[in-house]
């Protein structure tokens, strides 16, 4: 698989646009918010692209598939983060809702990635 294989994907580009999206959420925060829950958020955002982009470079499907959950798990993480903003009164109902769209497509795309692993051929 080539290096840069892992830019093209749909998947991919989805985690991208989330944690870009999560970054400017937390980057309006105050220096409490931001110091405690944010940069959990950011990171956990940014570790859902960070594995897609690692389970492609270890070059097994096994290996591959186990970042790709590492990447499930990151999602759910930024999940119960971003709860919590809300319930702190830190989203606002129209971040929230952008949010809530991006993760309702990037998830079951996590999942169709994950089932295609070794089922896709190699340039």
Excluded at 83 to 93: G, H, K, S
């Amino acid at each position: 698989m080539s290096s840069k294989y892992f830019k093209e994907l749909r998947v991919y580009k989805l985690s991208e646009k989330l944690s870009d999206e999560i970054w400017q959420v937390v980057n309006e925060w105050d220096m409490f918010a931001k110091n405690t829950m944010g940069t959990q958020m950011v990171r956990s955002a940014d570790s859902i692209g960070a594995n897609i982009a690692e389970g492609v470079g270890r070059g097994s499907y096994q290996d591959n598939k186990r970042f790709v959950r590492m990447a499930r798990g990151s999602l759910n993480e930024t999940q119960h983060w971003l709860r919590r903003a809300y319930c702190r009164n830190l989203l606002t109902v129209e971040q929230v809702e952008t949010l809530k769209r991006m993760i309702n497509e990037l998830a079951p795309q996590l999942n169709a990635y994950l089932k295609s692993i070794g089922n896709i051929p190699e340039n």
